[in-house]
């Protein structure tokens, strides 16, 4: 679940009630701020909470660093860092476009701080209980959803929330991620443009490059191939498959090695998963036969589907993705 509106949480715009007041002035206290910089906690339960610090300034500055990325744009480009791997991709856009291309709940808390109609348009939020966060008397905000539940936790005195917590249910589990805020601060001025210069990521940080000859490299990780399909703007095709499959082995025979096929390679990043070696992925996309092909957006959003085997006629399929993503 997400709190960004084009997530689908919401539609119309209901009667203003003390939820949506809150959520207002919420807004308003971050569209007026020129800086905002917090340190917060993200657990996705029940593993232990992990810590974030983010740093936001008008017009379109960002930084996030989490325990194994940094989020960075000065405002024309934006960075995505991964410290195990010391490589980051690089794309043009301010903080806005970061925001947009990382898709991350946790990011999203705040994000009223450059995002004015954030809560624009929804169907309902109302109050719950009120609590103590870390010492700060909060209301609970709660805001429905097709797939789930976000409770929004709003400082009434400061008019800024001080974290929150999403329930997404997916394949009849329910995955619950917690935000909370230790320290949060905003400021009547903007931050010094250096603190996002991209030169501030590891001297030696090595650039995703993507060469011709990899337009037909099959990738084994998601992850992987989300972050090089973010790096060369291009769709992932995704197959779930076995070595046991015989259908799997068909497209892997008939389809797969054929010019037609690699020549998509120029739209999609192709992502190979052995359902038996990553079966808890597999769970998570809800695979109950195979094989099994998504395609998703550079950010990892499923537009499209398909079950089964269907020879060279999954070109079609595929062009359809491409259709239903927009990409031409």
């Known amino acids: 679940m997400s709190l960004m509106l084009t997530a689908g949480i919401a539609v119309t715009l209901l009667a203003q009630g003390s939820g949506t007041d809150l959520l207002a002035k919420h807004t308003a206290a ?5 800086s905002l910089k917090v340190t917060f906690t993200v657990a996705n339960l029940p593993a232990a909470p992990q810590t974030y610090t983010m740093e936001l300034s008008k017009p379109g500055f960002i930084r996030v660093e989490t325990p194994t990325n940094i989020y ?3 405002g024309e480009k934006y960075a995505e860092y991964d410290k195990s791997r010391n490589e980051y991709i690089l794309g043009t856009g301010d903080a806005r476009k970061l925001l947009d291309s990382v898709k991350s709940d946790e990011l999203l808390v705040w994000a009223a701080f450059f995002y004015p109609d954030q809560f624009k348009g929804l169907r309902n939020a109302t109050v719950g209980q009120k609590i103590s966060m870390k010492g700060t008397p909060v209301t609970e ?6 797939h789930g539940e976000t409770t929004v936790f ?6 800024v929330a001080r974290g929150a917590e999403f329930k997404l249910a997916k394949n009849g589990v329910t995955a619950t991620t917690l935000v909370i805020a230790s320290d949060l601060k905003i400021g009547s001025e903007a931050f010094d443009a250096g603190v996002f210069a991209l030169g501030t990521l590891p001297a030696d940080a090595k650039k995703v490059e993507i060469s011709a000859g990899d337009l037909t490299k099959w990738y084994y990780n998601l992850d992987e191939g989300l972050k090089v399909a973010k790096a060369t703007n291009r769709m992932v095709f995704l197959d779930f498959n ?7 082995q068909m497209y892997k025979r008939n389809v797969f090695p054929t010019e037609e096929f690699k020549a998509m390679g120029k739209y999609f990043v192709f992502v190979d998963i052995d359902t038996d070696d990553q079966s808890g992925l597999a769970r998570q996309y809800g695979v109950s036969g195979i094989p099994d092909l998504r395609f998703l957006k550079p950010d990892g959003t499923e537009v ?18 491409m259709s239903k993503a927009g990409v031409k």
Do not use: F, N
């Open 30 to 34: 971050l569209q007026a701020a020129k």
């Open 72 to 74: 960075l744009s000065d």
């Open 141 to 146: 905000v709660k805001i429905a959803g097709e």
């Open 242 to 248: 076995a070595t046991w499959c015989g259908p799997c």
């Open 154 to 159: 709003m400082d009434t005195k400061e008019h």
């Open 304 to 321: 499209h589907k398909v079950v089964g085997y269907k020879g060279m006629a999954l070109l079609d399929d595929m062009r359809t993705a």
